[in-house]
């Protein structure tokens, strides 16, 4: 390997100006890299949406949505197919395997549907949708106002706000919710229908043909060429007023002669609220693999535009803004690299004690950082709280490689070598065990490819950063190192150190101790088993790390049946107790609807609340204090909080919670009674919070039923009579009327005042034209209230009602424990089983994947080891010695309190590739050292002399790179926090294994047989 260190000293000054200009590219691309909170990833499920109007619930089931779940089930790759079904309307999640390509697996969805769609009930409205993480809005804005009604509001918004927002580059929609639309109503009096004689049929029909817009051909006059056009267009209410509707004894009868015209509003049971008045809500989506923070940055720069523009009195606030937190991460993973930075090259000082030598090897971390920037851009990915986490990650290890270069380089002036032979020989004498440990590094992040769900779209960006960041950090060491080292290091002899030599001293007595008693070693290694297994059993175990975004969801449910104005009235003291918390900047409330889901029932809805920058109280306890408020202050409501983007994973990756329990079974009736005990069991559980039962009555029902005896009486039919119920009721759209570029709907029914109370509506007069009669509609139907149905849900063709809860206060893996107990308690009835779901699923399924990741990586390393070593026992010791470093790992899991995760799992995963770098080196050493002399003994002792200080400084080094990390001093850091943990409990055991364990297993296996 001479040659590539020869080849390096002697093209320095190429060597160093292509590192700067690859350095200066790479600051060049970070600003054209999108930022986003997540990596980009598309989600193995697809919805498809169901909309039949208000169509009884069995009836959504059996005719809609149970063709649908029966054809999905039949596309390939599909593993679950759940279903959730309500008063007209069905939804059908379809979830795949995570290794389909989703946009083939699309296409597929769309011609499942589309191949049964002539079986469902004509009229229905079908939508297929894919997921992403750029499914959900970025950001949310709210317009209020003291002078302009909600009318005046939505038109605001629709028209002159919406088309500038979405003209901006990367939007993919600008949704409007809340405030008024606008309709004209012909309200027709029903008793002069019939004194007229006319039916509603013929009004709808008149207003149809006289609003029209015609081409009746050309005019060609003096040479000029006309468009002819029939315009009879309505201009205004009179123009409705005067449309002919019928003619009566050769006197034409005009609409104003049998109705009122007016304008007025559409009836919507939707209602929207923003930091105490009633507010219309523009919500901001973005397309996939977009910049968000770019976009955010032209959203706000429009809107300083639009204010010059918007009535004075409106009122602009910003209730949500992802892009916020996504930049607070980043800033806070940039600080914990500068940190980390920092603190390496402090350690570097103290050990190489010249500071020439410490700059030229702390100048590999920037380097190595912005020249993985390009492959960042070269591979598509996206600058976001994972991959910047892998560079941050890779702090402490990007230097490893030049220290050890570094070192051996001092090592050899001090033997007294010219600089220029000190630097070829050291190079090319340390570059194989360089290549086999970055090699070992590498590979236990290839079996990642195989880690599933969100944990594999998360890792794997993480691991793919800091792969690249080691592998050029391993390419600058071999080339950049020596040729800045023939440069600018000194030839100076040093003054020898004080506290190295005791702690050489200190290492060789123990050995010693080692090599004298082997038993010793054996249990060494017994107790650091016993201790990994202790520490182990008491370790609180999770599945993702939980941060603090900034960013609350309140959900609620108020009684069945609560109309919009009583779901408003519970809120009421809801509302005032949260914009009360000194830590709220401001929320938006939506009632009928929810941020994520376009449909719900009046008596359901959400509020998303902004927390201050650096607001006092987190937001865990803030969630605790109004779920607090809720439990004392309006019972009947039921909350269910947590913070926007986990629940956001929860939805794209289709779990419902974190707690889930799935009931099925058969009979409906039965499978509620069982999940209605396990709720009221569940409540008792210590942590289970917003804990939710999985139904709950739908909204009550007028039951109009129609007698076939009564109509029949009088020569109708069914269909005649409740087409003439829904026109009195709900009215039909007859036209619409232009003004500028509003299109409104002329909505032709009787007046809404007559028929406010069921008795009313007892006496509803229907005018029927073929009898020419007015009758009452209790003569021909039989009209009652009844209780509203509860939604159903179906998985994979099987009802089920899921029980959930979320978790406050306690770890994932010990409420899980309570809850088993709990079930266990539970007595079944026949046909009823039961399924913990949810986090827990997951959990288990990435913890089975990852352990499995955990022995591939390890058999990998341990082939690595095996073509550098030649010797299955030189492999397995080093192997052995890197696995017992796990125990470290557990302890201060332990000490910190920090669960066992799919980060902390991820971090002994790197431990796995890190810590057997020093193993390498160590034995590396000894083995050259046994080419010269025979003695195993003195081998390893001389070993020790020599790479103590390496293994010292690299694993310090890496530790303190760590170190900003395992603080989480800035927002989202905590998601990185139990890798770095673990990474740091892993390093500062690997110390003592690297020096005395390994070394004490080799002497067993490697002893000569007089020893023995």
């Known amino acids: 390997m001479k040659g590539l260190s020869r080849f390096s000293v002697e093209n320095k ?8 200009f690859l350095a200066v590219i790479g600051f060049y691309l970070i600003y054209q890299i999108p930022e986003g909170v997540f990596p980009d990833a598309t989600f193995p499920r697809i919805m498809v949406i169901a909309d039949y109007g208000l169509a009884p619930l069995k009836e959504v089931e059996m005719e809609i949505a149970k063709p649908i779940e029966e054809a999905v089930m039949m596309v390939e790759g599909v593993r679950n197919v759940r279903a959730t079904i309500s008063r007209g309307s069905a939804e059908i999640n379809v979830d795949f395997q995570w290794d389909q390509d989703m946009f083939r697996a699309y296409q597929l969805v769309q011609a499942a549907v589309s191949g049964i769609q002539h079986e469902l009930p004509p009229g229905i409205q079908l939508e297929v949708r894919r997921f992403t993480t750029s499914t959900y809005p970025v950001a949310g804005y709210s317009l209020t106002s003291d002078k302009l009604d909600l009318l005046q509001l939505r038109d605001l918004a629709i028209y002159t706000i919406r088309p500038q927002l979405a003209s901006i580059p990367g939007i993919f929609n600008i949704e409007v919710m809340g405030g008024h639309q606008r309709e004209y109503w012909v309200n027709i009096d029903p008793q002069k229908l019939a004194a007229f004689r006319l039916d509603y049929r013929q009004i709808k029909a008149a207003l149809q043909k006289t609003n029209r817009l015609s081409f009746v051909g050309r005019l060609n ?3 000029k060429l006309y468009l002819n056009i029939a315009d009879n267009r309505f201009l205004n209410l009179d123009d409705i007023k005067k449309t002919i509707v019928a003619y009566r004894d050769q006197t034409p009868v005009t609409l104003a002669q049998i109705a009122t015209v007016e304008p007025a509003v559409k009836e919507t049971f939707i209602a929207c609220e923003s930091n105490l008045k009633p507010a219309v809500l523009v919500t901001i989506i973005k397309q996939p693999k977009t910049n968000a923070v770019a976009i955010m940055n032209q959203v706000e720069q429009r809107w300083q535009e639009l204010a010059r523009v918007l009535p004075p009195d409106v009122h602009v606030q910003k209730w949500y803004d992802m892009t916020d937190f ?13 940190l980390g930075a920092l603190l390496t090259m402090i350690i570097l000082l103290l050990f190489l004690k010249r500071l020439r030598i410490t700059l030229l090897t702390a100048v590999i971390i920037p380097i190595a950082l912005l020249i993985t920037f390009i492959f960042i851009k070269l591979f598509g990915m996206n600058l976001n709280l994972m991959s910047l986490g892998g560079l941050a990650a890779s702090i402490g290890i990007l230097v490893d490689n030049a220290i050890v270069v570094v070192e051996n380089i001092e090592r050899y002036l001090e033997q007294g070598k010219p600089k220029k032979e000190a630097v070829i020989l050291a190079t090319g004498e340390i570059i194989p065990p360089l290549l086999g440990a970055t090699l070992t590094t590498l590979v236990v992040f290839i079996p990642l490819i195989f880690l599933t769900g969100v944990p594999g779209i998360f890792f794997r960006a993480l691991a793919s950063t800091l792969s690249i960041a080691i592998f050029v ?33 200190v290492q060789q007595r123990g050995l010693r101790f080692l090599l004298r008693r082997p038993v010793a070693t054996v ?8 201790i990994a297994v202790t520490s182990y059993l008491r370790i609180p175990s999770g599945f993702l790390p939980e941060w603090d975004e900034g960013t609350i969801v309140h959900d609620y449910l108020a009684p069945p049946g609560s109309s919009i104005e009583g779901t408003k009235s519970m809120l009421k003291s809801v509302a005032q107790f949260i914009m009360s918390l000194p830590d709220v900047e401001a929320y938006s409330l939506r009632t009928g609807r929810s941020l994520a889901h376009p449909r719900t029932h009046a008596n359901d809805g959400d509020f998303v609340i902004n927390l201050k920058k650096g607001h006092k109280l987190s937001s865990f306890e803030i969630m605790d204090m109004i779920r607090e408020f809720d439990a004392r202050h309006e019972p009947r409501l039921e909350p269910e909080l947590f913070q926007v983007l986990p629940d956001r994973l929860n939805d794209l990756s289709g ?15 039965l499978i509620q009674e069982v999940a209605a005990r396990i709720a009221d069991s569940l409540k008792q559980v210590d942590g289970a919070v917003d804990v939710y039962r999985g139904f709950s009555r739908g909204e009550p029902e007028l039951t109009i039923r129609v007698s076939p005896e009564a109509v029949g009486r009088f020569g109708l039919t069914v269909d005649e009579v409740q087409n003439a119920i829904r026109f009195a009721l709900w009215g039909e759209v007859a036209t619409t009327m232009m003004q500028g570029l509003k299109v409104i709907p002329v909505r032709i029914r009787y007046p809404k005042t007559d028929f406010n109370h069921m008795e009313k509506i007892r006496r509803l007069p229907l005018y029927l034209a073929r009898i020419d009669r007015v009758v009452e509609l209790q003569e021909l139907a039989h009209i009652e209230k009844v209780p509203g149905k509860t939604d159903i849900d179906h998985e994979n063709l099987v009802q089920v009602v899921n029980v959930k809860a979320h978790i406050s206060g306690r770890d994932l893996g010990s409420v899980i424990g309570d809850v088993k107990t709990m ?3 539970i007595l079944l009835p026949p046909g009823v089983t039961i399924r913990i779901g949810g986090q827990y699923e997951s959990q288990q399924r990435a913890f089975r994947e990852l352990i499995l990741i955990l022995l591939f990586g390890a058999l990998l390393v341990y082939t690595i080891l095996l073509f550098e070593f030649k010797s299955f026992r030189t492999a397995a010791v080093i192997l052995l010695g890197t696995a017992l470093s796990v125990s470290g790992v557990f302890v201060l899991l332990l000490i910190t309190g920090i669960p066992l995760d799919i980060s902390a799992f991820m971090g002994m995963i790197m431990i796995i590739g890190v810590v057997v770098n020093n193993g390498i080196l160590f034995i590396d050493y000894a083995e050259k050292f046994l080419k010269e002399t025979p003695d195993v003994a003195r081998a390893l002792l001389k070993a020790g002399q020599v790479r103590l200080r390496p293994i010292l400084m690299t694993t310090l080094s890496t530790i303190f790179g760590f170190l900003p990390l395992a603080l989480a001093l800035g927002e989202g850091s905590e998601m990185l926090q139990p890798l770095a943990v673990s990474m740091i409990g892993g390093m500062s055991l690997s110390v003592a294994l690297s020096l005395f364990l390994i070394p004490g297993m080799y002497w067993i296996v490697n002893r000569p047989s007089s020893s023995k």
Request: charged share 20%; aromatic share 8%.
């Open 523 to 530: 249990l060494f290694i017994a107790l650091l088993g016993l």
């Open 655 to 669: 779990e419902i919670a974190p707690i889930v329990i799935k009931v099925f079974g058969k009979n409906l009736r």
């Open 221 to 223: 006059e003096t040479h």
């Open 326 to 338: 996504i930049k607070r991460s980043i800033r806070s993973v940039r600080d914990a690299i500068l």
């Open 473 to 505: 950090s391993m390419l600058l060491a071999v080339f950049l190192t020596p040729a800045l080292a023939v440069i600018f290091i000194s030839t100076r002899p040093k003054k020898p150190g004080r506290f190295l030599p005791q702690i050489i001293a």
């Open 823 to 825: 079930l266990n308690r």
């Open 13 to 20: 000054r190429a060597l160093v100006f292509s590192a700067l």
